[in-house]
């Protein structure tokens, strides 16, 4: 009884500080990282061969056996040590993968190069050279009501360019971009091969995070191999057991086909019109009445929260059909975000990319405000993935690509501009419960969390500025679950959200009634819009 009195409530969920505590525990299934380090936070404690196994439950994994525990008297600075120590392997366990990763595309691409016609006949045209991606009707664009389809195809659903037994219906439809325009965008919907009761939908928003629009998540799927593409490969871990629990998965491009960046509204207008058009194919088929819960981690989390909060005003027919949402890792103040990564050992380069995002979308030229480093960096980013960025420019300020008189993002009056209009809870409320996981160790991911008025985060979003944004939506009577990991980074606080976000999800299709923890939500950042200098 110890597992279900102290790490598993009534609901069947992990207890908060249970899973912050055991998470290092459930590292052990990856080659290399030797520890499990029990919880130094909490008094009731819970043995990772009661935790682990119902995580990897959950996520449908494994369970490899027992491993080892270290006792709770062992003293804080050793457990300490051994957390650094995992998380140490942790990250070189994963370098090594992706290293791998990257060595076998690379075989993948040159053996599809030798295999000739048959193979290449198979393989997809780039967003940028593919008809598919493009709209060539004769009504206006600007005349076409957003979420309406005007081309679909039916694809197999690819993982590193192999393609699997799931069948795919791609759309391109009517969107909207940051400045208001009458834009195109393609959304991937997988259906269950087999379904009993009501449909259920899940929006799945990528985390592809990238400034080049041939790594967006439905070129990945149809085929298509690009580096920065492998995000939205690895996340078929998550989609395929959404699928095989008989959830219908949309998976929309959400930077659009541009790859704006870090800009919140296009996001989630770019999600919700993809609801749309879900909803009005027929090949799709989905009653009227589907619900639909939003996910989305760091990037996909812009997307999510985004379109929740702009879908009472922007899309009413899809928020009466939202039935929760589910996020972690949340960008809720950028211009803190900015100054939170600056100097940041391993995500600085994010801060360059987020940079030209917002200049992209925004329409600003960068060319006054940069400097010669700074212009050598933007071109060698501004098609760049996250893959390509992190870990590579180790120390990278803002001072040090900017001229005088440029060196902070407030110096830059049409930067602020756009920083002011993509603060999080700006566009409205969300109308379904929320569940938010964010992480507070960015110390272990080489972000220290001591600067003035930012305080701690989890390697690149700021926690304060995610309890900020809570607390307010709490305040206008929102229902929402937040989850603060003290001691994890970005990469791991992932495990975390989806351990948790895979039972939420369920509860809330079966409707059951959301709990929410507002009252002990501690007060974080100010809120308000940053002025010029």
Request: negative net charge; charged residues 15%.
């Amino acid at each position: 009884m110890l597992f279900r009195n102290r790490c598993v409530g009534s609901n069947g969920r992990l207890s908060d500080n249970a899973v912050d505590a055991t998470l290092t525990c459930f590292l052990k299934a990856f080659p290399g990282v030797a520890y499990c380090v029990q919880n130094f936070f909490v008094a009731d404690t819970c043995l990772c061969s009661d935790v682990v196994p119902h995580i990897m439950g959950i996520m449908k994994m494994p369970f490899p056996g027992e491993w080892p525990i270290v006792p709770r008297d062992a003293g804080f600075q050793r457990r300490h040590m051994l957390v650094e120590r995992v998380m140490s392997e942790m990250r070189d366990e994963m370098s090594r993968r992706l290293a791998a990763v990257r060595g076998r595309l690379a075989m993948l691409v040159v053996s599809l190069a030798f295999l000739g016609p048959a193979t290449s006949a198979e393989a997809r045209l780039p967003p940028s050279e593919d008809p598919f991606y493009q709209y060539d009707g004769s009504m206006p664009l600007e005349d076409i009501l957003p979420g309406t389809v005007l081309k679909s195809r039916l694809v197999p659903y690819h993982i590193v360019g192999f393609p699997l037994p799931i069948k795919v219906t791609q759309l391109l439809y009517r969107s909207t971009g940051q400045l208001g325009q009458a834009t195109v965008n393609v959304t991937s919907v997988a259906q269950p091969a087999f379904n009993f009761g009501p449909k259920r939908v899940v929006s799945y928003q990528s985390a592809y995070d990238s400034l080049n629009p041939a790594d967006e998540p439905s070129y990945a799927i149809s085929g298509g191999l690009t580096l920065g593409g492998l995000i939205p490969n690895i996340e078929a871990v998550l989609i395929i057991p959404l699928l095989s629990k008989g959830y219908t998965v949309v998976v929309p491009d959400i930077q659009g086909q541009r790859a704006n960046l870090v800009v919140g509204q296009e996001y989630g207008m770019n999600t919700l019109d993809s609801l749309r058009a879900a909803f009005a194919s027929p090949a799709i088929g989905l009653p009227s009445d589907t619900k639909v819960a939003l996910i989305g981690y760091s990037g996909g989390a812009i997307a999510a929260e985004w379109a929740a909060e702009l879908a009472p005003g922007y899309a009413p027919d899809m928020d009466k059909r939202i039935i929760g949402t589910s996020i972690g890792g949340v960008f809720a103040h950028p211009v803190n975000n900015l100054h939170y990564v600056d100097g940041s050992q391993q995500w600085s380069g994010v801060m360059v990319m987020a940079f030209i995002g917002l200049a992209r979308a925004y329409e600003i030229d960068l060319a006054p405000y940069l400097n010669d480093y700074g212009k050598t960096l933007y071109e060698r980013i501004h098609e760049a993935s996250i893959l390509s960025v992190l870990n590579q420019y180790p120390g990278l300020t803002w001072a040090s690509i900017t001229k005088p008189g440029y060196q902070a993002p407030e110096q830059i009056p049409e930067l602020v501009e756009a920083l002011n209009d993509t603060i999080m809870g700006t566009g409205g409320t969300p109308s379904a419960p929320l569940q938010i996981r964010q992480g507070a160790g960015g110390e272990s991911e080489g972000t220290p969390g001591n600067k003035s008025g930012i305080g701690p985060g989890d390697g690149i979003m700021v926690a304060g500025d995610v309890r900020s944004l809570v607390r307010e939506y709490c305040s206008r009577g929102a229902k929402v679950q937040y989850g603060q990991s003290e001691s994890l980074g970005h990469t791991l606080t992932a495990l975390v959200w989806i351990a948790e976000m895979l039972p939420w999800a369920g509860e809330r299709f079966a409707g059951h009634a959301a709990s929410q923890n507002c009252s002990l939500i501690p007060p974080g950042n100010p809120r308000d819009p940053i002025p010029s200098l």
